[in-house]
Protein backbone atom coordinates (compact mmCIF):
# COMPACT_ATOMS: atom_id res chain seq x y z
CA UNK A 1 0.00 0.00 0.00
CA UNK A 2 1.03 4.00 -0.69
CA UNK A 3 4.23 1.74 -2.79
CA UNK A 4 4.90 3.23 -6.23
CA UNK A 5 6.94 1.35 -9.05
CA UNK A 6 8.26 1.79 -12.21
CA UNK A 7 7.00 -1.08 -14.70
CA UNK A 8 9.40 -1.75 -17.84
CA UNK A 9 6.81 -3.32 -20.58
CA UNK A 10 7.72 -5.67 -23.07
CA UNK A 11 7.97 -3.18 -25.51
CA UNK A 12 10.55 -0.92 -23.03
CA UNK A 13 8.40 1.98 -22.65
CA UNK A 14 6.89 2.70 -19.00
CA UNK A 15 4.49 2.75 -16.40
CA UNK A 16 4.29 4.44 -13.49
CA UNK A 17 1.56 2.69 -10.87
CA UNK A 18 0.75 3.17 -6.97
CA UNK A 19 -1.27 1.02 -5.20
CA UNK A 20 -3.60 3.50 -3.34
CA UNK A 21 -6.00 1.32 -1.48
CA UNK A 22 -7.25 -2.40 -1.24
CA UNK A 23 -11.36 -2.88 -0.94
CA UNK A 24 -12.31 -6.15 -0.16
CA UNK A 25 -15.60 -7.24 0.30
CA UNK A 26 -16.34 -10.62 2.50
CA UNK A 27 -19.33 -12.40 2.87
CA UNK A 28 -21.01 -12.77 6.52
CA UNK A 29 -21.43 -16.70 6.55
CA UNK A 30 -17.39 -17.53 6.17
CA UNK A 31 -15.77 -14.31 5.79
CA UNK A 32 -14.48 -15.72 2.58
CA UNK A 33 -13.43 -12.43 0.21
CA UNK A 34 -15.79 -12.55 -2.36
CA UNK A 35 -14.60 -9.53 -4.28
CA UNK A 36 -11.19 -7.28 -4.09
CA UNK A 37 -11.01 -4.11 -5.57
CA UNK A 38 -7.66 -2.10 -5.87
CA UNK A 39 -7.67 1.56 -6.54
CA UNK A 40 -4.72 2.81 -7.91
CA UNK A 41 -3.03 5.76 -10.09
CA UNK A 42 -1.58 4.45 -13.42
CA UNK A 43 0.41 7.32 -15.31
CA UNK A 44 -0.80 9.94 -13.21
CA UNK A 45 -4.56 8.68 -13.50
CA UNK A 46 -7.16 7.03 -10.91
CA UNK A 47 -8.15 3.56 -11.47
CA UNK A 48 -10.29 1.25 -9.31
CA UNK A 49 -9.49 -2.64 -10.76
CA UNK A 50 -11.59 -6.13 -10.01
CA UNK A 51 -9.32 -8.70 -9.04
CA UNK A 52 -9.55 -11.98 -10.65
CA UNK A 53 -12.74 -13.67 -9.82
CA UNK A 54 -13.77 -13.62 -14.10
CA UNK A 55 -12.29 -10.03 -14.67
CA UNK A 56 -10.24 -9.57 -17.65
CA UNK A 57 -7.13 -6.81 -17.67
CA UNK A 58 -8.08 -3.44 -18.80
CA UNK A 59 -6.82 -0.69 -21.14
CA UNK A 60 -6.12 2.38 -19.25
CA UNK A 61 -3.90 5.29 -19.34
CA UNK A 62 -1.99 4.05 -22.39
CA UNK A 63 -1.52 0.17 -20.83
CA UNK A 64 -2.69 -2.54 -19.95
CA UNK A 65 -3.32 -3.86 -16.37
CA UNK A 66 -5.07 -6.50 -14.46
CA UNK A 67 -4.90 -7.84 -10.50
CA UNK A 68 -4.92 -11.57 -10.00
CA UNK A 69 -4.31 -11.60 -6.14
CA UNK A 70 -4.60 -9.19 -3.07
CA UNK A 71 -3.74 -10.31 1.03
CA UNK A 72 -7.07 -10.60 2.11
CA UNK A 73 -7.05 -14.24 0.41
CA UNK A 74 -3.97 -15.14 1.67
CA UNK A 75 -5.06 -14.58 5.20
CA UNK A 76 -7.53 -17.32 5.45
CA UNK A 77 -6.80 -19.58 2.73
CA UNK A 78 -7.06 -23.29 3.50
CA UNK A 79 -4.42 -23.62 0.75
CA UNK A 80 -1.20 -21.53 2.09
CA UNK A 81 -0.07 -18.78 0.27
CA UNK A 82 -0.67 -20.37 -3.01
CA UNK A 83 -0.06 -17.32 -5.08
CA UNK A 84 3.58 -16.59 -3.29
CA UNK A 85 2.09 -13.36 -2.53
CA UNK A 86 3.83 -11.32 -0.15
CA UNK A 87 2.43 -7.97 -0.80
CA UNK A 88 -0.95 -6.10 -0.60
CA UNK A 89 -1.48 -6.97 -4.01
CA UNK A 90 0.07 -8.20 -7.38
CA UNK A 91 -0.57 -6.17 -10.49
CA UNK A 92 -0.08 -6.94 -14.11
CA UNK A 93 1.12 -5.17 -17.22
CA UNK A 94 1.20 -5.31 -20.64
CA UNK A 95 1.60 -2.72 -23.48
CA UNK A 96 -1.92 -1.33 -25.01
CA UNK A 97 -3.07 -3.40 -27.53
CA UNK A 98 -0.96 -6.18 -27.06
CA UNK A 99 -1.76 -10.23 -26.90
CA UNK A 100 -1.84 -11.36 -22.98
CA UNK A 101 0.31 -13.97 -23.73
CA UNK A 102 3.04 -14.44 -26.70
CA UNK A 103 0.77 -15.24 -29.85
CA UNK A 104 1.25 -18.77 -30.95
CA UNK A 105 2.58 -20.33 -27.26
CA UNK A 106 -0.86 -20.99 -25.87
CA UNK A 107 -3.71 -22.91 -26.43
CA UNK A 108 -7.14 -23.86 -24.51
CA UNK A 109 -6.36 -27.07 -23.00
CA UNK A 110 -9.37 -28.85 -23.25
CA UNK A 111 -11.38 -29.34 -26.65
CA UNK A 112 -14.80 -28.16 -24.91
CA UNK A 113 -17.03 -25.34 -25.35
CA UNK A 114 -16.40 -22.23 -23.31
CA UNK A 115 -18.34 -22.35 -20.35
CA UNK A 116 -19.81 -25.72 -20.84
CA UNK A 117 -20.14 -27.00 -17.33
CA UNK A 118 -19.56 -25.93 -13.80
CA UNK A 119 -16.36 -23.97 -12.97
CA UNK A 120 -14.44 -22.64 -10.43
CA UNK A 121 -11.48 -20.68 -11.45
CA UNK A 122 -9.23 -17.29 -10.66
CA UNK A 123 -10.01 -17.14 -6.61
CA UNK A 124 -13.62 -18.08 -6.55
CA UNK A 125 -14.32 -20.24 -3.38
CA UNK A 126 -14.50 -23.92 -4.37
CA UNK A 127 -18.26 -25.06 -4.27
CA UNK A 128 -19.05 -27.70 -6.93
CA UNK A 129 -18.83 -30.55 -4.51
CA UNK A 130 -20.63 -28.91 -1.68
CA UNK A 131 -17.77 -27.86 -0.01
CA UNK A 132 -18.72 -24.21 0.56
CA UNK A 133 -20.16 -24.64 3.96
CA UNK A 134 -21.03 -21.60 6.69
CA UNK A 135 -18.80 -23.26 9.32
CA UNK A 136 -15.96 -24.09 7.31
CA UNK A 137 -13.94 -21.23 7.62
CA UNK A 138 -10.87 -21.60 6.15
CA UNK A 139 -11.55 -21.12 2.47
CA UNK A 140 -10.42 -22.99 -0.68
CA UNK A 141 -9.90 -19.94 -3.12
CA UNK A 142 -9.75 -21.99 -6.21
CA UNK A 143 -6.45 -20.55 -7.49
CA UNK A 144 -6.19 -22.44 -10.36
CA UNK A 145 -8.99 -22.94 -13.16
CA UNK A 146 -11.16 -25.73 -12.93
CA UNK A 147 -13.53 -26.80 -16.11
CA UNK A 148 -16.25 -29.05 -15.59
CA UNK A 149 -16.88 -31.83 -18.34
CA UNK A 150 -18.21 -35.52 -18.89
CA UNK A 151 -15.77 -37.60 -17.11
CA UNK A 152 -13.66 -39.70 -19.74
CA UNK A 153 -15.37 -37.66 -22.94
CA UNK A 154 -13.73 -34.51 -22.75
CA UNK A 155 -10.03 -34.57 -23.85
CA UNK A 156 -7.46 -32.85 -22.07
CA UNK A 157 -4.72 -30.85 -24.29
CA UNK A 158 -1.62 -29.17 -23.85
CA UNK A 159 -1.70 -25.69 -23.28
CA UNK A 160 2.16 -24.84 -24.32
CA UNK A 161 4.74 -26.56 -25.80
CA UNK A 162 6.77 -28.25 -22.90
CA UNK A 163 8.75 -31.41 -21.58
CA UNK A 164 6.79 -34.06 -19.36
CA UNK A 165 8.10 -33.12 -15.71
CA UNK A 166 5.78 -35.81 -13.94
CA UNK A 167 3.48 -37.88 -14.67
CA UNK A 168 1.55 -40.30 -12.24
CA UNK A 169 3.63 -40.75 -9.27
CA UNK A 170 6.62 -40.48 -11.47
CA UNK A 171 8.94 -36.92 -11.69
CA UNK A 172 11.90 -36.17 -13.66
CA UNK A 173 15.00 -36.37 -11.86
CA UNK A 174 16.12 -33.12 -10.57
CA UNK A 175 13.14 -31.79 -10.12
CA UNK A 176 12.18 -32.88 -6.24
CA UNK A 177 12.58 -29.29 -5.10
CA UNK A 178 9.98 -27.94 -7.72
CA UNK A 179 6.15 -26.91 -8.24
CA UNK A 180 5.59 -30.64 -9.19
CA UNK A 181 3.74 -32.68 -6.90
CA UNK A 182 3.48 -36.49 -8.57
CA UNK A 183 0.06 -37.66 -7.86
CA UNK A 184 -1.49 -41.03 -9.75
CA UNK A 185 -4.28 -38.59 -11.79
CA UNK A 186 -2.17 -35.83 -12.31
CA UNK A 187 0.24 -34.28 -14.71
CA UNK A 188 3.24 -31.78 -15.10
CA UNK A 189 4.74 -30.10 -17.82
CA UNK A 190 7.27 -27.56 -18.02
CA UNK A 191 7.49 -24.98 -20.50
CA UNK A 192 10.09 -22.25 -22.05
CA UNK A 193 9.12 -19.68 -19.79
CA UNK A 194 10.16 -21.48 -17.03
CA UNK A 195 6.07 -22.19 -16.30
CA UNK A 196 4.94 -25.55 -14.49
CA UNK A 197 1.47 -26.97 -15.82
CA UNK A 198 -0.53 -29.03 -14.08
CA UNK A 199 -3.21 -31.08 -15.38
CA UNK A 200 -5.42 -32.80 -12.54
CA UNK A 201 -7.80 -35.60 -12.00
CA UNK A 202 -7.27 -37.20 -15.43
CA UNK A 203 -9.08 -40.50 -15.63
CA UNK A 204 -6.77 -41.58 -18.10
CA UNK A 205 -3.23 -40.17 -18.87
CA UNK A 206 -2.51 -40.49 -22.70
CA UNK A 207 0.65 -43.15 -23.62
CA UNK A 208 2.81 -40.62 -25.39
CA UNK A 209 3.03 -38.86 -21.36
CA UNK A 210 6.22 -39.78 -20.35
CA UNK A 211 8.85 -38.64 -18.66
CA UNK A 212 11.77 -36.04 -20.49
CA UNK A 213 9.14 -36.22 -23.48
CA UNK A 214 8.50 -33.24 -25.40
CA UNK A 215 4.70 -32.53 -25.68
CA UNK A 216 3.49 -30.23 -28.14
CA UNK A 217 0.70 -27.03 -27.76
CA UNK A 218 -2.74 -29.01 -28.41
CA UNK A 219 -0.74 -32.73 -28.15
CA UNK A 220 -2.95 -35.17 -26.22
CA UNK A 221 -2.59 -35.01 -22.52
CA UNK A 222 -5.45 -37.48 -21.05
CA UNK A 223 -9.34 -38.16 -20.70
CA UNK A 224 -11.07 -35.59 -18.23
CA UNK A 225 -11.51 -37.37 -14.97
CA UNK A 226 -12.64 -37.14 -11.27
CA UNK A 227 -9.62 -38.66 -9.97
CA UNK A 228 -7.27 -37.65 -6.96
CA UNK A 229 -8.77 -34.91 -4.79
CA UNK A 230 -11.50 -33.55 -6.88
CA UNK A 231 -14.01 -33.99 -4.59
CA UNK A 232 -15.51 -36.08 -6.66
CA UNK A 233 -17.07 -33.90 -9.56
CA UNK A 234 -15.76 -34.41 -13.14
CA UNK A 235 -13.43 -31.49 -13.85
CA UNK A 236 -9.76 -30.93 -15.18
CA UNK A 237 -7.87 -28.94 -12.82
CA UNK A 238 -5.18 -26.63 -14.81
CA UNK A 239 -2.88 -23.89 -13.06
CA UNK A 240 0.56 -22.47 -13.82
CA UNK A 241 3.06 -21.62 -11.15
CA UNK A 242 6.36 -19.59 -12.39
CA UNK A 243 8.27 -17.55 -9.65
CA UNK A 244 6.80 -14.86 -9.07
CA UNK A 245 8.47 -10.93 -8.43
CA UNK A 246 8.47 -12.03 -4.77
CA UNK A 247 11.24 -14.71 -5.15
CA UNK A 248 8.43 -17.35 -4.25
CA UNK A 249 6.91 -19.84 -6.87
CA UNK A 250 2.81 -18.44 -7.23
CA UNK A 251 -0.20 -19.07 -9.13
CA UNK A 252 0.28 -17.37 -12.01
CA UNK A 253 -3.17 -16.63 -13.32
CA UNK A 254 -4.17 -17.68 -16.16
CA UNK A 255 -8.15 -17.52 -17.00
CA UNK A 256 -7.31 -14.37 -19.10
CA UNK A 257 -4.97 -16.65 -21.09
CA UNK A 258 -7.27 -19.46 -21.49
CA UNK A 259 -10.07 -16.59 -22.53
CA UNK A 260 -7.23 -15.05 -25.15
CA UNK A 261 -6.70 -19.02 -26.36
CA UNK A 262 -10.83 -19.99 -26.81
CA UNK A 263 -11.43 -16.86 -28.92
CA UNK A 264 -8.58 -17.68 -30.82
CA UNK A 265 -8.94 -20.95 -31.75
CA UNK A 266 -12.97 -21.25 -31.44
CA UNK A 267 -14.12 -17.84 -32.67
CA UNK A 268 -17.40 -17.46 -30.77
CA UNK A 269 -19.34 -14.49 -31.64
CA UNK A 270 -20.57 -13.89 -28.23
CA UNK A 271 -20.14 -15.03 -24.46
CA UNK A 272 -22.26 -14.59 -21.53
CA UNK A 273 -20.70 -14.56 -18.35
CA UNK A 274 -22.74 -14.85 -15.46
CA UNK A 275 -20.03 -16.18 -12.50
CA UNK A 276 -18.97 -16.35 -10.28
CA UNK A 277 -21.15 -18.00 -8.44
CA UNK A 278 -22.83 -16.40 -4.88
CA UNK A 279 -23.05 -17.66 -1.52
CA UNK A 280 -25.62 -16.28 0.65
CA UNK A 281 -28.14 -16.30 3.36
CA UNK A 282 -31.94 -16.48 2.99
CA UNK A 283 -33.08 -13.02 3.08
CA UNK A 284 -29.81 -11.17 1.70
CA UNK A 285 -29.22 -9.17 -1.16
CA UNK A 286 -27.62 -11.02 -4.22
CA UNK A 287 -26.21 -9.02 -6.72
CA UNK A 288 -26.25 -10.69 -10.20
CA UNK A 289 -23.74 -9.33 -12.96
CA UNK A 290 -23.81 -9.72 -16.36
CA UNK A 291 -21.26 -7.08 -17.31
CA UNK A 292 -18.51 -9.21 -17.98
CA UNK A 293 -19.73 -10.52 -20.78
CA UNK A 294 -18.58 -10.05 -24.19
CA UNK A 295 -19.43 -9.85 -28.01
CA UNK A 296 -17.36 -10.16 -31.20
CA UNK A 297 -18.96 -7.63 -32.58
CA UNK A 298 -18.12 -4.90 -29.77
CA UNK A 299 -21.30 -4.46 -27.46
CA UNK A 300 -23.73 -6.62 -25.82
CA UNK A 301 -27.09 -4.88 -26.08
CA UNK A 302 -29.42 -6.88 -24.13
CA UNK A 303 -29.09 -8.20 -20.32
CA UNK A 304 -32.53 -10.67 -19.48
CA UNK A 305 -32.36 -12.85 -16.70
CA UNK A 306 -34.86 -15.45 -15.52
CA UNK A 307 -34.89 -16.44 -12.16
CA UNK A 308 -36.07 -20.35 -10.76
CA UNK A 309 -39.40 -18.57 -9.30
CA UNK A 310 -40.20 -17.60 -12.90
CA UNK A 311 -39.43 -13.94 -12.84
CA UNK A 312 -37.15 -11.90 -14.88
CA UNK A 313 -35.37 -9.08 -14.77
CA UNK A 314 -32.92 -6.95 -17.43
CA UNK A 315 -30.16 -5.17 -17.36
CA UNK A 316 -26.02 -6.25 -16.76
CA UNK A 317 -26.54 -6.19 -12.77
CA UNK A 318 -30.04 -6.95 -11.09
CA UNK A 319 -30.56 -7.60 -7.53
CA UNK A 320 -32.83 -10.45 -5.52
CA UNK A 321 -33.00 -12.58 -2.30
CA UNK A 322 -33.92 -15.75 -1.40
CA UNK A 323 -36.57 -16.98 1.21
CA UNK A 324 -35.46 -20.41 0.73
CA UNK A 325 -32.01 -22.35 0.77
CA UNK A 326 -31.33 -24.54 -1.95
CA UNK A 327 -28.32 -24.39 -4.63
CA UNK A 328 -30.36 -22.16 -7.52
CA UNK A 329 -28.96 -21.78 -11.25
CA UNK A 330 -30.49 -18.34 -13.22
CA UNK A 331 -30.43 -18.03 -16.28
CA UNK A 332 -28.65 -14.99 -18.30
CA UNK A 333 -29.23 -14.36 -21.81
CA UNK A 334 -27.43 -12.05 -23.38
CA UNK A 335 -27.86 -10.46 -27.11
CA UNK A 336 -25.17 -8.36 -29.27
CA UNK A 337 -25.99 -6.12 -31.71
CA UNK A 338 -26.13 -8.17 -34.48
CA UNK A 339 -28.88 -10.62 -32.70
CA UNK A 340 -26.82 -13.38 -31.76
CA UNK A 341 -27.69 -14.86 -28.48
CA UNK A 342 -25.59 -16.58 -25.75
CA UNK A 343 -26.47 -17.85 -22.53
CA UNK A 344 -24.50 -18.56 -18.63
CA UNK A 345 -25.81 -19.46 -15.55
CA UNK A 346 -25.52 -17.69 -12.14
CA UNK A 347 -25.29 -20.19 -8.94
CA UNK A 348 -26.63 -19.04 -5.72
CA UNK A 349 -26.03 -21.20 -2.99
CA UNK A 350 -28.37 -20.18 -0.26
CA UNK A 351 -27.99 -21.52 3.18
CA UNK A 352 -31.37 -21.15 5.51
CA UNK A 353 -30.30 -18.25 8.46
CA UNK A 354 -31.92 -20.03 11.19
CA UNK A 355 -31.06 -23.47 10.03
CA UNK A 356 -27.39 -22.53 8.62
CA UNK A 357 -26.38 -27.02 9.81
CA UNK A 358 -29.25 -27.67 6.95
CA UNK A 359 -27.34 -27.21 4.03
CA UNK A 360 -29.03 -27.88 0.74
CA UNK A 361 -27.67 -30.48 -1.84
CA UNK A 362 -25.14 -29.52 -4.97
CA UNK A 363 -25.26 -30.39 -8.33
CA UNK A 364 -23.06 -30.90 -11.17
CA UNK A 365 -24.68 -31.29 -14.62
CA UNK A 366 -22.06 -31.88 -17.93
CA UNK A 367 -22.45 -32.98 -21.56
CA UNK A 368 -20.27 -34.17 -24.52
CA UNK A 369 -19.82 -33.04 -27.14
CA UNK A 370 -20.13 -29.88 -26.35
CA UNK A 371 -19.08 -28.89 -29.97
CA UNK A 372 -20.92 -29.05 -33.63
CA UNK A 373 -24.18 -30.45 -32.28
CA UNK A 374 -26.26 -31.43 -34.93
CA UNK A 375 -30.07 -32.08 -34.54
CA UNK A 376 -30.20 -35.68 -33.91
CA UNK A 377 -27.03 -36.35 -32.61
CA UNK A 378 -26.79 -38.40 -29.91
CA UNK A 379 -26.00 -35.97 -26.62
CA UNK A 380 -24.60 -38.05 -23.77
CA UNK A 381 -25.54 -36.18 -20.28
CA UNK A 382 -24.03 -36.68 -17.27
CA UNK A 383 -25.33 -35.79 -13.36
CA UNK A 384 -24.07 -35.92 -10.04
CA UNK A 385 -25.30 -34.67 -6.47
CA UNK A 386 -23.52 -33.91 -3.55
CA UNK A 387 -25.13 -33.81 -0.24
CA UNK A 388 -27.77 -35.97 -0.66
CA UNK A 389 -28.62 -39.87 -1.12
CA UNK A 390 -32.59 -39.09 -1.12
CA UNK A 391 -34.87 -38.91 -4.48
CA UNK A 392 -33.83 -38.61 -8.08
CA UNK A 393 -32.71 -36.55 -10.77
CA UNK A 394 -35.01 -35.28 -13.29
CA UNK A 395 -33.96 -34.13 -16.78
CA UNK A 396 -36.11 -31.64 -18.67
CA UNK A 397 -34.30 -30.90 -22.08
CA UNK A 398 -36.25 -27.80 -22.98
CA UNK A 399 -37.30 -29.04 -26.50
CA UNK A 400 -40.62 -30.55 -25.00
CA UNK A 401 -39.72 -34.45 -24.76
CA UNK A 402 -40.77 -36.13 -22.08
CA UNK A 403 -38.54 -35.48 -18.68
CA UNK A 404 -36.06 -38.23 -17.88
CA UNK A 405 -35.23 -39.88 -14.21
CA UNK A 406 -31.91 -41.19 -13.15
CA UNK A 407 -30.01 -41.47 -9.68
CA UNK A 408 -26.65 -40.83 -9.78
CA UNK A 409 -25.06 -41.82 -5.97
CA UNK A 410 -25.09 -38.83 -4.06
CA UNK A 411 -21.00 -38.42 -4.20
CA UNK A 412 -21.06 -41.63 -1.04
CA UNK A 413 -18.14 -42.80 -2.42
CA UNK A 414 -15.85 -39.97 -4.18
CA UNK A 415 -13.94 -42.05 -6.62
CA UNK A 416 -17.13 -44.33 -7.51
CA UNK A 417 -17.33 -45.53 -11.56
CA UNK A 418 -20.44 -45.10 -11.69
CA UNK A 419 -21.06 -42.32 -9.81
CA UNK A 420 -22.64 -40.07 -12.31
CA UNK A 421 -26.17 -40.76 -13.84
CA UNK A 422 -25.67 -41.16 -17.37
CA UNK A 423 -28.68 -40.39 -20.23
CA UNK A 424 -28.83 -39.58 -23.87
CA UNK A 425 -30.91 -37.42 -25.79
CA UNK A 426 -31.23 -36.14 -28.94
CA UNK A 427 -32.67 -32.58 -29.96
CA UNK A 428 -34.16 -33.23 -33.29
CA UNK A 429 -34.08 -29.47 -34.29
CA UNK A 430 -31.62 -26.66 -34.04
CA UNK A 431 -31.83 -24.08 -31.59
CA UNK A 432 -30.20 -23.06 -28.28
CA UNK A 433 -31.53 -25.64 -25.67
CA UNK A 434 -31.48 -24.83 -21.93
CA UNK A 435 -31.20 -27.74 -20.08
CA UNK A 436 -31.82 -28.09 -16.63
CA UNK A 437 -31.64 -31.16 -14.02
CA UNK A 438 -32.59 -31.38 -10.17
CA UNK A 439 -32.65 -33.16 -6.95
CA UNK A 440 -34.59 -32.64 -3.55
CA UNK A 441 -33.55 -33.62 -0.57
CA UNK A 442 -35.61 -35.43 2.19
CA UNK A 443 -36.05 -31.53 3.75
CA UNK A 444 -37.26 -30.77 0.18
CA UNK A 445 -34.21 -28.40 -0.41
CA UNK A 446 -33.61 -28.66 -3.89
CA UNK A 447 -30.47 -28.24 -6.24
CA UNK A 448 -30.97 -27.16 -9.63
CA UNK A 449 -28.46 -26.91 -12.72
CA UNK A 450 -28.29 -25.88 -16.11
CA UNK A 451 -26.65 -26.52 -19.32
CA UNK A 452 -26.64 -24.63 -22.39
CA UNK A 453 -27.04 -27.03 -25.48
CA UNK A 454 -26.54 -25.38 -28.92
CA UNK A 455 -28.09 -27.42 -31.73
CA UNK A 456 -26.75 -26.71 -35.06
CA UNK A 457 -29.05 -27.82 -38.71
CA UNK A 458 -28.47 -31.96 -39.56
CA UNK A 459 -25.83 -31.63 -41.73
CA UNK A 460 -27.80 -30.93 -45.40
CA UNK A 461 -29.32 -33.37 -47.84
CA UNK A 462 -27.14 -34.60 -50.36
CA UNK A 463 -24.91 -37.70 -50.51
CA UNK A 464 -24.49 -39.17 -46.85
CA UNK A 465 -20.79 -39.99 -45.97
ZN1 LIG B 1 -9.20 -27.51 -9.02
Avoid at 235 to 262: K, M, V
Avoid at 318 to 345: C, H, M, N, P, W
Wanted: neutral net charge.
Amino acid sequence: MNEAQEVELATGTKARVKLLRLDETRDPLRDAVRQARVHIELNGQSLVLTSATYHLPVTFAGVQVDCPITKGHVGNSSQGNAWGLLKDARLRFWPSGSAWIEPGTFGYPLKQRWFASHTQMANEPSFVDGGEVPNEKRIYYHYGLDSGGAEGMAEVVAAADGRVISWGTNILAGYDDSPAKPRYDVVYLLDDRGWFYRYSHLQTIDPAVRLGSPIHLGQKIGLLGKEGGSGGWSHLHFDITSRQPSGLWGIQEGYAFLWEAYLNQYLPKLIAVARPHHFAYTGEKVVFDGSKSWSASGRVTRYDWTFTDGTKASGPTVERTYAQSGEYSEILKVTDARGEVDYDFAIVLVIDKSASDQLPPTIHPAYAPTLNIRAGDPVTFKVRSFGTTFGNETWDFGDGSEKVTVKSDGNVEQHAKDGYAVTQHRFAKPGHYLVRVERINERGQRAIGHLHVPVEASRAAGPTK
